[in-house]
T-cell receptor
Framework: GAGVSQTPSNKVTEKGKYVELRCDPI?????LYWYRQSLGQGPEFLIY????????DSGLPNDRFFAVRPEGSVSTLKIQRTERGDSAVYLC???????????FGPGTRLTVL | AQSVTQLGSHVSVSEGALVLLRCNYS??????LFWYVQYPNQGLQLLLK??????LVKGINGFEAEFKKSETSFHLTKPSAHMSDAAEYFC????????????FGAGTRLAVHP
């Protein structure tokens, strides 16, 4: 079956602009995660959804970052007033209820000029 | 708080040689441990996982890892490296299996030369 998909694959924006990154999880997976991977580092947790609700948003760096999952499937990560330091690869993962494995998408590479 | 330390940001081996990638973790609760591999321009792929069953875990592509509680380690090994093993490897820890956030190490880039 289809894996986790993320769009766009690449996004270039200017400092101060607003961006939205989309994640389509594996069908039927109830848990969805967002991570951020900066150059030369491991992925860093941002937020975790169980169904439609954010069960853990402790990794969001500040209030410019927000994520939604209104119907418990697709999720959108929203970044306001982007800064050059937001440049990174944003990864999405999903897992089935009770599962111990997260399946990762290919990521969205965000570049803020 | 949980954390992961991967010793050696770059490891280089000859084709056919033993691969050893080191991972030490810190956790206040029994951990679930994972190794992921990331090939260039691709997503993370699970190699293997430890979920409190057998301490020696076998994964895909001939890799295996041993959970050693006394050493708080989960090192990844492969007896004989292949050119196709060249990639970035990440160790990760979770306190509730995959159903919770993963804490990743900084990664180890494995180079395999002829």
């Amino acid at each position: 079956g289809a894996g986790v998909s993320q769009t766009p694959s690449n996004k270039v924006t200017e400092k101060g602009k607003y961006v939205e990154l989309r994640c389509d999880p594996i069908s039927g997976h109830t848990a969805l995660y967002w991570y951020r991977q900066s150059l030369g580092q491991g992925p860093e947790f941002l937020i975790y959804f169980q169904g439609t609700g954010a069960a853990d948003d402790s990794g969001l760096p500040n209030d410019r970052f927000f994520a939604v999952r209104p119907e418990g499937s697709v999720s959108t990560l929203k970044i306001q007033r982007t800064e050059r330091g937001d440049s990174a690869v944003y990864l999405c993962a999903s897992s089935e209820q009770g599962g111990d494995e997260q399946f990762f998408g290919p990521g969205t590479r965000l570049t803020v000029l | 708080a949980q954390s992961v330390t991967q010793l050696g940001s770059h490891v280089s081996v000859s084709e056919g040689a033993l691969v050893l990638l080191r991972c030490n973790y810190s956790s206040s609760v029994p951990p679930y441990l994972f190794w992921y591999v990331q090939y260039p321009n691709q997503g993370l792929q699970l190699l293997l996982k430890y979920t409190s069953a057998a301490t020696l875990v076998k994964g895909i592509n001939g890799f295996e890892a041993e959970f050693k509680k006394s050493e708080t380690s989960f090192h990844l090994t492969k007896p004989s490296a292949h050119m196709s093993d060249a990639a970035e490897y990440f160790c990760a820890v979770s306190d509730q299996g995959g159903y919770n956030k993963l804490i990743f190490g900084a990664g180890t880039r494995l180079a395999v030369h002829p």
